[in-house]
């Protein structure tokens, strides 16, 4: 017998428009309406070089819409 | 990451999934034009008691039935009732049973009949598709490597694996973690190791994968009303590779594609 699905993250893609302390960053959704989030790294220590202007994916919790984390670059 | 099983569990998991599978049997060979969807839940019951287990299913988050039957556009989760099965339907039975505390679970889709050619294609890369997804039930490989190759085989066909219902791991409890998605990228999620059981159960549509829930709060069914195949078997990861509890041992792959 299946299982329901867990909530599964939504993937958007998005700008890194500030870098924040404690490598948070604040960064600028590409779907538009939904405008900035403030989003932390996952995994790659490289991502903490984050620099403004630079486009990453960032996943969206479904209960929190106004945080994230930055997977990778794209 | 699920809980690792000892072989002596795995051995009782074992039991419980050759339960399901003799009466799996049994049902195949009693879902002919004109039977109720009732009458295979009685003769499931029956079976799997008369066997010394018990229902897994009957009371698990209220489902008011021990076998769940799934015909055409139904995905998975039809209750059993007054229905009665015609020449060229395709029926989902999913059973599963308790024995000694630990849960077996499986399922198939069967012809009632004789069935359209394109039901028959369906059901035979589902099939495909779940066996694709045991190969990959190794140390070492990942929960996202299962789903991989099932969605890969199954969408080869051009048909579509439903996302909004997984499988998942059992042993003391139906549904344990990890969850078994049919879908996604290889090389993710939880890592296998031996001792791991999950059920693995593509359910596979001919059109879109969009799934729609109907007002008994069970029965799932596909959007579009394309058809929709459903199989399913409890498998251990061991050393030796894939053990699909309801088989006798281990196995290795040229046995399984041509099963």
């Not at chain 2, 295979?40 to 019951?45: E, G, S, T, W, Y």
Request: aromatic letters at 6%; hydrophobic letters at 40%; one cysteine or more.
């Amino acid at each position: 017998m299946p299982e329901a699905a867990g909530r599964e993250v939504l993937e958007v893609e998005a700008t890194v428009r500030e870098a924040l302390p404690n490598a948070l960053f604040r960064v600028e959704l590409a779907s538009g309406s939904k405008g900035s989030v403030v989003a932390h790294v996952a995994g790659e220590s490289s991502l903490l070089r984050l620099r403004p202007g630079e486009q990453v994916v960032v996943e969206l919790a479904a209960y929190d819409a106004g945080r994230g984390r930055i997977v990778r670059r794209r | 990451m699920s809980i690792q099983k000892s072989w002596s569990e795995l051995l009782t998991m074992a039991r419980a999934c050759r339960i399901v599978v003799e009466t799996l049997d049994l049902l195949e060979a009693a879902a002919q034009p004109g039977v109720t969807t009732k009458e295979l839940d009685r003769v499931a019951r029956e079976a799997i008691e008369k066997a010394g287990a018990r229902p897994a299913f009957l009371g698990y988050r209220d489902y008011p039935a021990t076998l769940c039957i799934s015909v055409n556009e139904e995905i998975v989760h039809g209750i059993p009732g007054p229905k009665r099965l015609k020449d060229g339907d395709i029926v989902g039975l999913d059973l599963g049973c308790i024995v000694e505390g630990f849960y077996g679970d499986a399922a198939r889709t069967v012809a009632v009949g004789s069935i359209a050619p394109e039901a028959e294609r369906l059901m035979k890369v589902t099939r495909e598709a779940l066996f694709a997804g045991i190969d990959m039930c190794r140390p070492g490989k990942r929960v996202g490597d299962i789903g991989h190759a099932v969605q890969t085989h199954a969408e080869s066909f051009g048909y579509s694996v439903v996302k909004d219902f997984v499988g998942h791991g059992i042993g003391t409890s139906l549904h344990e973690e990890p969850q078994v998605p049919n879908y996604g990228p290889a090389g993710r999620r939880e890592r296998l190791v031996p001792g791991m059981c999950l059920a693995i159960e593509p359910m596979v549509n001919v059109g879109r994968p969009e799934v729609e829930v109907l007002a008994d709060g069970w029965t799932a069914v596909t959007r579009d009303g394309s058809l929709s195949a459903h199989f399913e078997l409890s498998v251990a990861v061991t050393e030796f590779g894939p053990w699909i509890l309801s088989d006798p041992y281990p196995y290795e792959r040229a046995e399984a594609a041509n099963a």
